[in-house]
């Protein structure tokens, strides 16, 4: 399965500040998608990152809240705008359509899990 | 719009039982369904995944199921373990050339010695 990584794993932040949580994969693979995990909640998906373009996000997510960037095939970048206590949920990488094994599986990071205060 | 469940919301059962964890999708156009596993303040990690075209899947001691005209999958979990207590996400992806995956809200499992 594919290796990913998450950084940073966890963090607590303040109101109206910023965190960018990065995402590293072990190999090139063809689609990164970033989701969010609210408390006692399930999955729901932010957005595609998109190699080279912009991503293409889901209704009830925008680019001002939540900028993605993705600059090669195992690389991306989600930023948390200005931040409120709403946003305190466990953001995962997610990627799928790996050059060699499983192109169909979906798999994901560890995780990193934002406390706004 | 393609809804995802899962039933039971929680399942505590004793050591050694077989259990099955089930779930249910609104839209049978799906491209395949992906059961996962994850532990508590974790990522997801990948059990099974089911084409469209396919019955079932097997991995050591679990067997996931797919019946696409009644919109329906099943987890076996045979001789459970209290390393298998965790919550047990099923998702669903769409056909149509999309990637996203649509999920259910999971079973939460407690296996005690």
């Known amino acids: 399965s594919a290796v990913i990584s998450q950084k940073p794993s966890r963090d607590i932040c303040q109101r109206g500040t910023s965190l960018t949580i990065q995402c590293q994969v072990d190999s090139q693979v063809t689609m990164m998608f970033w989701y969010r995990q609210q408390p006692g909640q399930s999955l729901t998906l932010i957005a595609t990152a998109n190699q080279g373009s912009e991503a293409t996000y889901e209704s009830g997510f925008v680019i001002d809240k939540f900028p993605i960037s993705r600059p090669n095939l195992t690389f991306s970048t989600l930023t948390v705008s200005n931040m409120s206590p709403e946003d305190s949920s466990i953001y995962l990488c997610?990627?799928?359509?790996?050059?060699?094994?499983?192109?169909?599986?979906?798999?994901f990071g560890p995780g990193t899990r934002l406390t706004v205060l | 719009k393609q809804e995802v469940t899962q039933i039971p919301a929680a399942l505590s059962v004793p050591e050694g039982e077989n259990l099955v964890l089930n779930c249910s999708f609104t839209?049978?156009?799906?491209?395949?369904l992906q059961w996962f596993r994850q532990d508590p303040g974790k990522g997801l990690t990948s059990l099974l995944l089911?084409?469209?075209?396919?019955r079932e899947q097997t991995s050591g001691r679990l067997n996931a199921s797919l019946d696409k005209s009644s919109g329906r999958s099943t987890l076996y979990i045979a001789a459970s373990q209290p390393g298998d207590s965790a919550t047990y996400l099923c998702?669903?992806?769409?056909?149509?050339?999309?990637?996203?995956?649509?999920f259910g809200a999971g079973t939460r499992l407690a296996v005690h010695p």
């Open positions: 997610s990627v799928a359509g790996r050059t060699s094994g499983r192109s169909d599986t979906q798999y």
């Open positions: 998702a669903v992806r769409l056909s149509g050339g999309y990637n996203k995956l649509i």
């Open positions: 839209d049978s156009a799906i491209y395949n």
């Open positions: 089911i084409q469209s075209s396919q």
